[in-house]
Structure formats: C-alpha cells, structure tokens
C-alpha cells in the first residue's frame, strides 16, 4: 500500500476550486476538508465553531479577535487576562491539519495547508484560477447576486485570502512558483481539469488511482 499523500488546494474565489476538489476526492477515494477543518479545531482546542468561523482566511479579522476569547483548561482567567490571539488560533487549526494528513490520505482547500505540511515529502500543492467570466458566472449561479456584485466579492475575497496567506507563510499566494501546479480552470473545464491533476498527481506521487 502506498505512504498516505496530501493534495492542497490554493483558490482565486470563483474559480471552481472546492467543485473540482471534490471531485478529486471521490476519484482518488479520499476525503476533502474544507470548512470541517473548523470543527476540528474548534472541538480539539475547546472554543465554540463561531470563534474559527470569524477568522476564517480573514487576516484583518484575526488580530481583532485578540482579547475577546480565554485559551482553556488554563485556570479562572478572565479573557483580558488570559487573551487569544490570531495567530494562537492559527496554531490549532495548523495542529489539526497535521493530525488529520498524519493519520490518513486527504484533500485540504485553502487554509494554508501547503505551507503547514511543507516538511511533507508526500503533497502536491495547487492553485486554482479561471477567467473572469467564469468566476462571475459562478458566483452569480451561486448567490443570485448581480455580475456587479459578483465582481466586488471576487475583489474582496481574493484580497483577504491573499493577505491571510501572505501574513502567515513565507510564500506569496498565487504566485506561480509557491505551487507545484497553477491552473486556468477555464481552458479545460472543470472535467478535464479533474483527469489533468489525476495524471500529475498521479506521477509525482507514483499512485496507483482507483479507475
């Protein structure tokens, strides 16, 4: 049987990154974490789901948290006195995103997992990007938001999840070279691009894919 493997998953907002992860997940016959990396954290460190949920690939939104929640199991501290940082947080969830790629095979969306499992000799890191058109019309067959609107969510998405991964690794998110595969999600569609990272992942990684 082959060493568990990782496949992460970097995303422009709209590009099809979380369809096309499950996708790959049920071809490859593994699970895909995404917001259940929340409920993880949040039950292996104690605070309630929404403390996560607040600071969710949100940079700006960490540091406001810190002060208003007490790190548990430390005593009868009020939470001035016994403050939780961002970047506190971010350690729990980096925790639980090694537990989990320790203990099995796995796809994670975001959260900078790449970075979390660097040392990982088994992972393969992706990014996902698509034409404006397509991201646009995504979000609007989504949301039933106009294109108008669409287009300010995709801005305002790509910024706090660009300024949320640059602040916590040493890399630059959506730069080619922080991956070791960036994909236009448009040129092939969401199918072909699926049998495209089978191949690739699939050859790094030397696995033997369920038909």
């Not at 954290?41 to 960490?62: I, N, P, Q, W, Y």
Request: net charge neutral; aromatic share 10%.
């Amino acid at each position: 049987m082959h060493e568990k493997f990782v496949i992460n998953i970097g995303r422009q907002f709209g590009s099809g990154g979380k369809a096309i992860g499950e996708k790959l997940a049920k071809r490859l016959g593994i699970r895909l974490y995404d917001k259940e990396l929340l409920l993880l954290a949040a039950r292996e460190s104690g605070f309630c789901t929404e403390c996560f949920e607040e600071c969710d690939e949100r940079k700006g939104v960490l540091r406001s948290l810190f002060g208003h929640f007490r790190i548990p199991f430390v005593g009868n501290y009020s939470p001035c006195e016994s403050p939780i940082s961002g970047e506190a947080l971010f350690r729990i969830q980096s925790d639980a995103i090694r537990r989990v790629a320790s203990e099995e095979s796995c796809i994670f969306v975001g959260r900078c997992a790449d970075y979390i499992l660097r040392e990982n000799p088994r992972t393969v890191n992706l990014f996902f990007t698509a034409d404006s058109e397509d991201r646009i019309r995504r979000i609007t067959a989504r949301t039933g938001c106009t294109a108008e609107e669409a287009l300010q969510q995709i801005e305002a998405m790509d910024r706090q999840r660009a300024r949320y991964y640059n602040y916590y690794t040493s890399h630059t998110w959506g730069e080619a070279a922080t991956y070791d595969l960036t994909i236009n999600t448009s040129c092939l569609g969401e199918e072909a691009t699926v049998e495209l990272i089978i191949d690739f992942v699939t050859r790094k990684l030397n696995l033997n894919p369920k038909p």
